[in-house]
């Protein structure tokens, strides 16, 4: 399996206050080259890993008219065996620990989002775990050079308080911090970094729907490999409205500030206006939505134009967006996506599809493109068969290369009984690197990775 460790969500059709769950998963899987080696000397492919995993999570969850509270915490036992040179860890693996908080108050909102994870890179999640309750895909943003044996260790913090909601004067604070560190790794491919930013917004509301707002941020990128620094300061000012029909209308204007430092290398710096509109409104099939931006980074400014349309289904949803963005003034490129969900007769379809830019790991934006599909059919009461396919591709820049990265998952699950379930099936990796601008590397080519798993789980509830 992919997760070694199983995930519990709270069931939202559960009694009011709190509830406690524990799971557990038994899972066995058998893969060659996990590490998704190319064939070459310097990069060999990596021969079969035989695994066992036994993965443990605790979740307490509590939600009030005012307060929702979960925190989970989990890991493994993995054993087995793993060919000559790989660095995937046995013993105690995977540790987890995540904390959500919400509070609303009369007119002030708090929430808090932390997590602290390791993972081995070789049984990395596919790009269908990173799918919202919007079916909206977000991989991490070093998804694509993921490749080798070893560690990934990441940790997240989000903390945002506003107060004055529908009042005359509002503030909001938000802080951000995101890190990544990757320990014994058998590539040099991914990057340590650590991502942080702060944002101050002031709400002056001279009548309901509409305020005036002034927006003060600042973010930070530490590169721990290339001992870069990225830095940015903006300010700007605009409006939030909200239109009789339903309508809203944004739009900010400032400038932005953005220079980062390489030891050894000349600092780049990007200075200039920038800002945003947006127009969303609801129609009686669903929405339609407008936007146009202009950010900025040390490599010069990116411009985003989208259109997008949002369909409401008798048993699902879709939606579509089409635009064009350029990054430092080269040509615009197109963009956009289609966000599909529909429940079928006898099971259910959900695609997601979009095209944009994103800062990678080293904090560069460049054009991405991810897919992920997933059907399931449901063949009796107690059985289904799944498949599941991702695809994700960072387009190659001057000193970066492209890489794509494609999982198809397949299978069979079966409630066992009310509470175990059983899931088996058959994966494929692929990762595929093509040297665009950058120097020679040893990662260059194409590597597979097939494996068969079959695991058993459960959910327990405490309380």
Not at 33 to 56: I, K, M, Q, Y
Not at 218 to 224: C, E, L, T
Not at 226 to 249: E, I, R, Y
Not at 251 to 260: H, L, Q, V
């Amino acid at each position: 399996m992919y997760l070694t460790g199983p995930s519990l969500a709270q069931d939202e059709s559960g009694p009011a206050g709190l509830r406690v769950q524990l799971g557990l998963q038994q899972s066995f899987g058998s893969y060659d080259n996990l590490s998704l080696g190319t064939g070459t000397a310097l990069n060999p492919r990596e021969g079969r890993s035989t695994l066992s995993s036994t993965g443990v999570a605790l979740n307490v969850s509590s939600e009030t008219p005012t307060q929702t509270f979960n925190f989970q915490i989990g890991g493994a036992l993995r054993y087995g065996s793993t060919p000559a040179g790989s660095t995937t860890e046995t013993g105690f693996v995977d540790p987890a620990a995540s904390l959500f908080y919400t509070h609303e108050g009369a007119r002030s909102r708090l929430q808090l989002d932390a997590a602290y994870s390791e993972s081995a890179i070789s049984l990395a999640r596919p790009l269908w775990d990173f799918t919202d309750e919007d079916n909206v895909v977000t991989p991490p943003s070093d998804f694509g050079s993921l490749q080798g044996t070893g560690d990934r260790r990441a940790s997240r913090f989000a903390l945002m308080y506003e107060t004055g909601i529908d009042a005359p004067l509002g503030f909001r604070a938000s802080i951000n911090r995101d890190s990544v560190q990757y320990l014994n790794t058998t590539t040099a491919q991914p990057t340590d970094y650590d991502r942080s930013s702060i944002k101050l917004s002031t709400f002056f509301r001279f009548r309901p729907g509409t305020a005036l707002v002034v927006d003060l941020s600042a973010s930070r990128y530490d590169n721990n490999i290339l001992n870069t620094t990225n830095k940015s300061q903006s300010a700007a000012v605009g409006f939030d409205h909200d239109l009789a029909s339903g309508a809203s209308l944004s739009a900010r204007i400032g400038y932005t500030k953005a220079d980062s430092k390489n030891t050894g290398t000349t600092s780049k710096d990007s200075t200039g206006v920038t800002g945003s509109l947006s127009y969303a409104t609801p129609l009686p099939s669903g929405s339609l939505s407008a936007s146009y931006s202009v950010s900025r980074s040390d490599s010069g400014a990116v411009d985003t134009l989208r259109v997008g349309r949002q369909y409401v289904l008798p048993t699902g949803s879709i939606g579509f967006d089409i635009g064009a963005s350029s990054i430092a003034g080269s040509s615009a490129r197109l963009i956009g996506g289609v966000n599909w969900r529909q429940t079928l007769p006898s099971g259910s379809l959900s695609l997601s599809l979009n095209r944009s830019v994103q800062a990678d790991a080293n904090n560069e934006d460049r054009f991405t493109t991810s897919l992920a599909a997933r059907y399931s059919h449901q063949v009796n009461e107690t059985s289904s068969l799944f498949a599941n396919a991702s695809y994700f591709l960072v387009d190659g820049t001057g000193t970066a290369n492209q890489t794509t990265r494609t999982t198809i998952s397949m299978g069979y699950s079966r409630a066992l009984t009310e509470d175990w379930n059983l899931d088996a099936g058959i994966n494929y990796n692929a990762r595929k690197e093509v040297a665009v601008g950058a120097p020679t590397s040893s990662t260059l080519g194409r590597g597979t990775s097939n494996g068969v798993f079959v695991s058993l789980s459960r959910k327990f509830d405490l309380n």
